[in-house]
């Protein structure tokens, strides 16, 4: 009944509540966390990001620590590597559309080549954990990278694809692959793709990312070739 009293949010503050999921404290956290060096302002996400990637990573180990009990200090690196690598990273920024909330002086080239997509998602991450606490930071986590990724073991270290590519190349085969079809599961898109080999279908991989789906189905190709066990 006393909503009167309420002090109306400004549009780029109602936004950002939507897109994070709860209400901001303190936008001015926010908007340095958007901010690239290249803006040449009194401030930038740097020292957030600083503070995001302490987080992530102790989020990211707890998380890997209670779910693969009895493994080893350094499978738990590797495992902690493959989960929030710089690429992944990037693919789930692009994925969340956080380019239209970074401020920058640069080109689309420049920012498509450089770390900013990876690094801003640590400073958000830095935002939230000082706007609202660790336990909204780590939920953020959760929702918005533990969860994308779905399981640490489809997260490949090795390029199959580029195997295959060589193997085609040596052999002159014909390669090519086809996105067969785009699944919806929990709201979000999975991509089904096909790899053929010489125009026949010689696997297939799924996954909500497109070249990691086209990995998946490289590596079924090798071990259908006899290439990989």
């Not at 918005?144 to 199959?160: A, F, G, N, P």
């Not at 086809?178 to 991989?205: A, D, H, M």
């Amino acid at each position: 009944m006393f909503n009167f009293w309420k002090k109306k949010q400004d549009p780029y503050t109602q936004k950002l509540n939507d897109f994070l999921g709860f209400e901001i404290k303190n936008i001015n956290l926010y908007k340095e966390a958007f901010t690239h060096p290249s803006k040449k302002l009194n401030y930038n996400y740097q020292r957030l990001e600083f503070l995001g990637d302490a987080v992530l990573n102790y989020v990211v180990a707890l998380y890997l620590f209670n779910k693969f009990e009895g493994i080893s200090e350094g499978e738990l690196s590797k495992l902690r590597t493959k989960l929030v690598n710089k690429q992944i990273l990037k693919e789930i920024a692009i994925k969340l559309n956080i380019a239209q909330w970074i401020e920058h002086n640069l080109t689309i080239t420049e920012l498509d080549k450089s770390s900013v997509y990876c690094d801003v998602i640590e400073s958000l991450i830095g935002a939230i954990a000082i706007d609202k606490g660790i336990q909204f930071a780590a939920k953020f986590i959760d929702e918005k990278i533990i969860q994308q990724v779905k399981e640490v073991s489809e997260i490949e270290d090795t390029d199959y694809k580029s195997q295959i590519i060589q193997i085609a190349q040596k052999y002159k085969w014909k390669f090519k692959f086809i996105v067969e079809g785009i699944e919806k599961q929990n709201s979000e898109k999975i991509f089904r793709i096909g790899l053929y080999l010489n125009n026949e279908k010689t696997s297939e991989g799924k996954h909500y990312n497109k070249k990691q789906a086209e990995q998946m189905a490289s590596k079924e190709a090798l071990k259908n070739l006899n290439i990989l066990t």
